[in-house]
T-cell receptor
Framework: AQKITQTQPGMFVQEKEAVTLDCTYD???????LFWYKQPSSGEMIFLIY??????QNATEGRYSLNFQKARKSANLVISASQLGDSAMYFC???????????FGAGTQVVVTP | NAGVTQTPKFRVLKTGQSMTLLCAQD?????MYWYRQDPGMGLRLIHY???????AKGEVPDGYNVSRLKKQNFLLGLESAAPSQTSVYFC?????????????????FGPGTRLTVL
């Protein structure tokens, strides 16, 4: 069964605008971690932001913030003030167990336009 | 500090050939992982290792073998390559297994190996 769902295959956003990328997850484990990675066209996987299931506050890293709604099992990524360099594929991932294994969503392709 | 490196970057094989992908990390990480990425899909875990000399199966282990003889290296082997193994392979490593350690548990990825099996 799909554990991580990203329902937006692709999005266009104008430069300097904010964009929200949706991620919902499925787990019965009370302890888990949620990650967002960026994959530009060059192919590398770049870590953006992390949210632990026990974290009381939403995670923020510069222009990235994570809108964590635990009861709804959602962990949406918000990119503020989009830049052309933000054009990339974005993956949501979840870690449930103590061995650190990640399960990834299918990704959302973001294109930032001038 | 090179982080996570992968060798080779590109490879073309014929069906039935074998090859080994090498992953090396210089961050003294205990945990290492091999993933594959296919078009339109996220990464899927092939095998992983939680320490030198230990390996375990992930979500899609069939057709692959791994070895972790040294802490810094994690090898992925294809004994008899098949066209279905055409993919981009990513290696990753992380420091610890505690979920509560937050971002310090982040997996750091190598640049990937693009493998084509004809």
């Amino acid at each position: 069964a799909q554990k991580i769902t990203q329902t937006q295959p692709g999005m266009f956003v104008q430069e300097k605008e904010a964009v929200t990328l949706d991620c919902t997850y499925d787990t019965s484990d009370p302890s888990y971690g949620l990650f967002w990675y960026k994959q530009p066209s060059s192919g590398e996987m770049i870590f953006l932001i992390y949210q632990g299931s026990y974290d009381q506050q939403n995670a923020t890293e510069g222009r990235y913030s994570l809108n964590f709604q635990k009861a709804r099992k959602s962990a949406n990524l918000v990119i503020s003030a989009s830049q052309l360099g933000d054009s990339a594929m974005y993956f949501c991932a979840m870690r449930e167990d103590s061995w650190g294994k990640l399960q990834f969503g299918a990704g959302t392709q973001v294109v930032v336009t001038p | 500090n090179a982080g996570v490196t992968q060798t080779p970057k590109f490879r073309v094989l014929k069906t039935g050939q074998s090859m080994t992908l090498l992953c090396a990390q210089d961050m003294n990480h205990e945990y290492m992982y091999w993933y594959r990425q296919d078009p339109g899909m996220g990464l899927r875990l092939i095998h992983y290792s939680v320490g030198e000399g230990t390996t375990a199966k992930g979500e899609v282990p069939d057709g692959y073998n791994v070895s972790r003889l040294k802490k810094q290296n994690f090898l992925l082997g294809l004994e008899s390559a098949a066209p279905s193994q055409t993919s981009v392979y990513f290696c990753a490593s992380s420091y610890s297994h505690s979920i509560d350690r937050g971002g310090t548990d982040t997996q750091y990825f190598g640049p990937g190996t693009r493998l084509t099996v004809l």
